[in-house]
């Protein structure tokens, strides 16, 4: 047997192939409830990663996702959504994918085997920024390479990956490793072992947000209302955190530009436009300090 823990057989679906379709339903289902119980496992360790990636974020750092395959694919999703949820540069949060952009949409064999590759891509780090090598099984070599460039540069590293025996747990500086069991076909990681992994994704990049600011609350702050959902969307925020009707949200960020924080401090401590945008300055942009602070002197 494979000493890949992502390899070993599931003797829970063995006979899967066999199964009515409502069956295999159910098998997955019942799987795919162990993945959240896994990733619960590693709750301080996601913890203190999104605290190493809001300070690095704090310094003026930014992300990084390296990955193969599933895991590639699934750093650049979660890189991409953040400037959009967050209004952070398009380089704020970047994801790599082994093999390049081709690799998004079609396999490239062989590439996460180099670790060369990987280190040429982690030529972008530089010692204020995260790194965060993904895979399931924990062995491309590619990200091996990926994390000789980082230690050289002094960089921070955060691993994600299911097999507590994967040389990038031992190599990364963090590591998160929910395990999540043998897959419901064997290998398929990107079954339990990628729905984990975007779990964590999607906690790293939002809880490292929080941290520094990017919301207000439980609201998304910072979007950009880019479209009719998003406009709406914006005129709820502005109208529930400032007290006021859906009009007077409407008129206060078409005033602002769309800027929803502007709009909020312009409605609640009644100032201009430009006035408001001072006072968030003042704030590092940040809209719970200011309306903690009070009105301005």
């Known amino acids: 047997m494979s000493d890949i823990i992502t390899e070993y057989r599931n003797e829970n679906t063995k ?38 990636i809001a300070k690095q974020f704090l310094k003026g750092g930014r992300l990084y996702y390296f990955g193969a395959g599933t895991s590639g694919r699934l750093g650049i999703l979660d890189a991409s959504e953040c400037p959009p949820t967050f209004s952070v540069s398009q380089d704020m949060v970047q994801g790599f994918i082994c093999g ?11 590439a996460e085997d180099n670790a060369d590759f990987g280190y040429e891509d982690a030529k972008v780090l530089t010692d204020k920024d995260v790194a965060v090598v993904i895979s399931a099984s924990g062995n491309p070599k590619y990200l091996l390479g990926v994390l000789k460039r980082a230690e050289e540069i002094n960089c921070k590293t955060i691993g994600v990956t299911c097999n507590p025996k994967g040389r990038i747990a031992e190599e990364a500086g963090l590591v998160i490793c929910p395990e999540v069991g043998p897959e419901v ?19 790293l990049s939002t809880g490292a947000m929080i941290k520094i600011g990017k ?14 959902k998003l406009k709406d969307r914006a005129i709820r925020i502005v109208a529930q955190i400032a007290d006021v009707t859906h009009s007077e949200a409407l008129a206060a960020l078409l005033k602002s530009g769309w800027e929803i924080k502007t709009a909020i401090v312009s409605l609640i401590m009644k100032l201009d436009v430009e006035k408001a945008r001072v006072e968030l300055r003042k704030h590092g942009g940040v809209l719970r300090k200011l309306l903690n602070a009070g009105q301005p002197v």
């Not at 795919?32 to 619960?40: I, Q, T, W, Y």
């Open 185 to 203: 076909i064997a290998g398929s990681s990107r079954l339990k072992a990628g729905t984990a992994q975007k779990m964590i994704l999607n906690m």
């Open 100 to 110: 390049g952009d081709k690799a998004i949409r079609h396999s490239v064999e062989g």
């Open 215 to 228: 919301t207000y609350e439980n609201f998304m702050i910072d979007l950009q209302p880019v479209n009719e």
């Open 15 to 52: 006979n899967i192939d066999i199964l009515p379709t409502i069956e295999i339903v159910r098998k997955m289902n019942e799987e795919d409830k162990l993945v959240a119980l896994a990733v619960e496992e590693e709750s301080e360790n996601i913890a203190s990663a999104i605290d190493v």
